[in-house]
């Protein structure tokens, strides 16, 4: 499941390509408005087009504050916003998670965890075969999945180590 963490709201400036004047957690809001104006501008990788649902919350108490349906993503610049809606109060994610203490804690606004009991991961690599609880990818597809990616941007591991070498010279 992903994983959005909200600070406290804030004005964010006029050039905003989603239109939004502010961003963050508003007590006073409904689910619905916060998730519109936080369901975007986030770095999310090829993970993220797996998951089904996102909980948002709130960084100053810890707490689940509302859980979305994924229906997609649109492409913000060379960011994603989620394309979804609110789950009703009645629904049993929401029922397990909003008012719960937050999934994790870490820095990342944006992570991902594996919700108990759910349907099992598939690996990250594409191939869409199930993973082991804790586990992103079959023995050997992560090599697998650098290695494609290497041979699809540089043609291969020198091009890679051609580009690496340029870019980042010592």
Request: net charge negative.
């Amino acid at each position: 499941m992903l994983h959005i963490k909200l600070h406290d709201r804030r004005s964010i400036g006029p050039d905003d390509p989603m239109g939004r004047e502010w961003v963050g957690y508003d007590p006073s809001l409904s689910a619905e408005e916060l998730f519109e104006q936080n369901r975007g501008r986030w770095i999310l990788g090829s993970r993220a087009d797996r998951e089904k649902h996102a909980t948002f919350s709130y960084t100053g108490d810890h707490t689940v504050k509302f859980i979305a349906e994924i229906e997609g993503f649109e492409p913000i610049g060379n960011k994603r916003a989620i394309v979804g809606r609110v789950l009703d109060a009645d629904h049993p994610l929401s029922q397990r998670w909003v008012g719960a203490p937050a999934p994790d804690n870490f820095r990342n606004p944006a992570t991902y965890f594996k919700e108990p009991g759910g349907p099992p991961s598939t690996c990250a690599c594409g191939c869409h075969e199930p993973v082991p609880v804790g586990r992103s990818f079959l023995p050997g597809h992560d090599q697998k999945a650098i290695h494609a990616r290497i041979t699809k941007q540089w043609g291969g591991t020198v091009g890679f180590i051609d580009w690496f070498d340029a870019t980042y010279p010592e």
